[in-house]
């Protein structure tokens, strides 16, 4: 019985560990010493996917009588993704009520002449499997519907309701009051800072309790993106049909969309986006904002308590949160693209976790910053680009005894963007933001947006192996232009 036992328990620890004639360790020379930067004897070389030709589907533009223009390409897939984009923003509310966009963003997808409520409408899509958004940022809004493409028709049809027959009633604007206040106080307390630190370095009036100078004072992209809290209560149905009349025109639209064959998109445009009575009467805008962007920099600051919000038992760390901007080039400018491979190659991110591979491990704001200074939580570089200025800005987290310190260390990195750039580092920035672009560009959604913008900033588009072309020829000697804007 003993016996068995113990040739049954040899027998598992064989199966489980090999014989010794077989077990090799790490630590043993019978493995060959390959790196891991050379191939492997016997493995075919594999081969990779490369940006060398045309897309399968181009991008095309047709523009209207109206100057509405019709932009498309076509996808494989039986889903689509169509909208409206409107050259309207933040930066045009200088001659109204801070906050018309933040509104017009909540009011969306409500009741129209056709459709008695946002029920009837959701209703409406379902039939088609569609979802609807409306996005609103400093320079323009977009109205995007996902849905069946055999659904096209209904989808413009619906798109025009939305857009230009809003019933905009009393009970809908008294509900987008509720819901701006809500927005407004989630922003000042939520644990991520970055949507609030945007928005400070931008504007300067914001009613946030945020008093200072930011980085376009009172002009453009520096008036408020989000409603002020004394204009909750002013913005009415009046208010908002005299700025949707002067910039919700056809010219200033354009009717995108992804997944979908161009002369179907033409037709319904035709047939329902041309020679439409909108809701506020049509005429000529009597006025257009055409301000340029005034760079003027400034100091904000804003001190807050948050000893009392928790997300749950372990209290929110207590931090303090910076950011550092420096004007930089609008995406009409030949230097766009260096500075987005500058962005790329300041990365950065959090000091918790950094993620897998290609995720900015080797940027400088990681090698620099993050793993030399272990009380950094946070440092991560953000561009903002417009069609007149940019920004170039670096977020960072620390303690609050160690602010001196962290403004010295990011100031620091700001000053050194203007030196020597190693051929590794501009090369994993390049193929970094290559891989980023292509990953992003996989998604419907994102391909309409980047037609929708692209056409109705320049009336064209730059297809994705163009931009990839445009990056490989980025060198020290083009980024040198783009880091001599911040010695300036």
């Excluded at 043993?28 to 050379?38: K, M, Q, R």
């Excluded at 979802?131 to 809004?141: A, F, K, V, Y």
């Excluded at 051929?423 to 998604?443: P, Y």
Aim: glycine share 8%; with cysteine.
């Amino acid at each position: 019985m003993a016996a068995n036992m113990t040739r049954s328990r040899a027998w598992r620890g064989i199966q489980r560990y090999g014989l010794p004639v077989y077990r090799r360790y790490s630590s043993g020379g019978s493995y060959p010493s390959i790196p891991l930067t050379a191939p492997l004897p016997g493995v075919p070389k594999p081969v990779f996917a490369r940006v060398d030709g045309q897309e399968k589907f181009e991008t095309k533009v047709t523009t209207l009588d109206n100057g509405l223009r019709v932009a498309s390409q076509n996808k494989f897939g039986q889903f689509c993704t169509v909208g409206l984009l409107i050259n309207s923003g933040s930066r045009h509310e200088t001659k109204y009520l801070s906050g018309i966009s933040h509104f017009l963003e909540k009011l969306a997808f409500s009741s129209t002449a056709q459709f008695g409520s946002k029920d009837e409408i959701l209703l409406t899509l379902e039939k088609h499997g569609g979802i609807c958004d409306c996005q609103t940022s400093r320079d323009t809004t977009m109205y995007a519907v996902s849905a069946d493409a055999k659904g096209l028709d209904t989808v413009v049809s619906l798109l025009t309701e939305v857009v230009l027959q809003p019933q905009l009633s009393d009970k809908e604007l008294e509900m987008t009051r509720m819901a701006v206040r809500f927005e407004l106080e989630d922003l000042n307390m939520r644990p991520d800072p970055e949507p609030l630190l945007t928005e400070m370095i931008h504007a300067n009036d914001l009613s946030l309790l945020i008093f200072g100078q930011a980085a376009f004072r009172d002009n453009t992209v520096g008036l408020p993106r989000f409603s002020p809290v004394e204009n909750i209560d002013k913005i009415d149905r009046k208010t908002l049909h005299a700025y949707m009349h002067n910039y919700y025109t056809p010219e200033r639209m354009v009717l995108a969309g992804v997944g979908i064959e161009h002369d179907q998109l033409l037709e319904c445009a035709k047939k329902y986006l041309q020679g439409v009575e909108p809701v506020w009467a049509s005429g000529k805008p009597c006025s257009v904002d055409r301000s340029i962007a005034q760079y003027t920099g400034g100091i904000v600051k804003v001190e807050k308590d948050m000893s009392d919000v928790s997300l749950g038992p372990t209290p929110i760390p207590e931090l303090t949160h910076i950011m550092i901007g420096l004007e930089s080039c609008s995406f009409l400018e030949d230097d766009f693209i260096p500075f987005a491979v500058l962005n790329m190659m300041m990365g950065g991110g959090g000091s918790f976790s950094a993620g897998g591979p290609g995720k900015g491990m080797f940027t400088r704001l990681y090698l620099n910053v993050l793993n030399r200074h272990h009380w950094m939580y946070n440092a991560t570089s953000y561009h903002h680009s417009y069609e007149d200025t940019g920004l170039l800005c670096i977020h960072a987290s620390a303690d609050p005894r160690q602010v001196r310190e962290m403004v010295e260390i990011i100031t620091r990195e700001f000053a050194l963007m203007a030196g020597s750039v190693g051929e590794v580092e501009l090369e994993r920035a390049k193929t970094q933001l290559k891989s980023m672009l292509m990953m992003n560009l996989e998604s419907r959604p994102v391909i309409f947006e980047d037609v929708g913008r692209q056409v109705l900033a320049t009336g064209t588009r730059k297809l994705p192996h163009e931009l990839c072309s445009l990056i490989m020829v980025v060198n020290p000697q083009k980024k040198q232009p783009a880091r001599q804007r911040h010695n300036e």
